[in-house]
């Protein structure tokens, strides 16, 4: 069964603070893995995308890794801001198009 | 450039009752999509259409209809609503290639609670 599970459910830290949030998932094919961001009560917003053939991307204070013989990706947040706090949403991609969600990881980042 | 936009924001109504959600895109995009996001359940894909007139059912598209007579309109309704499908509904629309990546654009949201 197609799946995709975040870890953890819910995450506090203080502002300044570093973070990884962690995504398994069972697609197969695997095709790609995007990362969205959720600021409460908005839409999702994209933040990367990873392919196969990608180990490592940065978008900013954001850096995602995939390893694709693991199934497992995660989300790291450097030197994180209040404006980080949101829920992030891990979505995989099957090759026939399919794209299957992870509930989500929960950021609340405090002053 | 407005993109992409839902109304309304928020809905109150009765059992029994039927409501139509509003979803307007202005990029062209091929696709458009409905998605219900509940606690637990992450978003989960109610109805999709690829293209105007061409509609399909996605994970969980039982109580819904939906109608795509233009490309950038795709209303969403329950023809006759119940308490379980009080959530908060999420349009989103995608250009053809952007449907094998994920690349979804996603509209603000209805929250819409059913007495």
């Known amino acids: 069964k197609n799946q995709v599970e975040q870890s953890p459910q819910s995450l506090i830290i203080l502002e300044g603070k570093n973070c990884t949030l962690q995504c398994n998932y069972t697609v197969s094919p695997f095709s790609n893995l995007r990362w969205y961001k959720q600021d409460t009560g908005r839409g999702p917003v994209s933040l990367t995308i990873?392919?196969?053939?990608?180990n490592t991307k940065s978008n900013g204070r954001y850096t995602a890794t995939l390893d694709a013989d693991t199934k497992q990706s995660s989300l790291h947040i450097t030197a994180s801001q209040l404006s980080d706090s949101a829920s992030y949403i891990c979505?995989?991609?099957?090759?026939?198009?399919?794209?299957?969600f992870g509930q989500g990881t929960e950021l609340s980042v405090k002053p | 450039d407005a993109g992409i936009t839902q109304s309304p924001r928020y809905k109150i109504t009765e059992t029994g009752r039927q409501v139509t959600l509003m979803c307007h895109q202005t990029?062209?995009?091929?696709?458009m999509f409905w998605y219900r996001q509940d606690l637990g359940h992450g978003l989960r894909l109610i109805y999709y259409s690829a293209a105007a007139d061409i509609t399909d059912k996605g994970e969980v598209p039982d109580g819904y209809v939906v109608s795509r007579s233009k490309t950038e309109n795709f209303p969403l309704t329950l023809e006759s609503a119940t308490r379980s499908q009080t959530s908060v509904y999420f349009c989103?629309?995608?250009?053809?290639?952007?449907?094998?990546?994920?690349?979804?654009?996603f509209g603000e949201g209805s929250r819409l609670t059913v007495l």
């Open positions: 979505v995989v991609s099957s090759s026939g198009g399919k794209l299957i």
């Open positions: 990873m392919t196969f053939s990608e």
């Open positions: 989103a629309s995608s250009q053809v290639a952007g449907v094998r990546t994920g690349e979804l654009f």
């Open positions: 990029w062209s995009h091929s696709y």
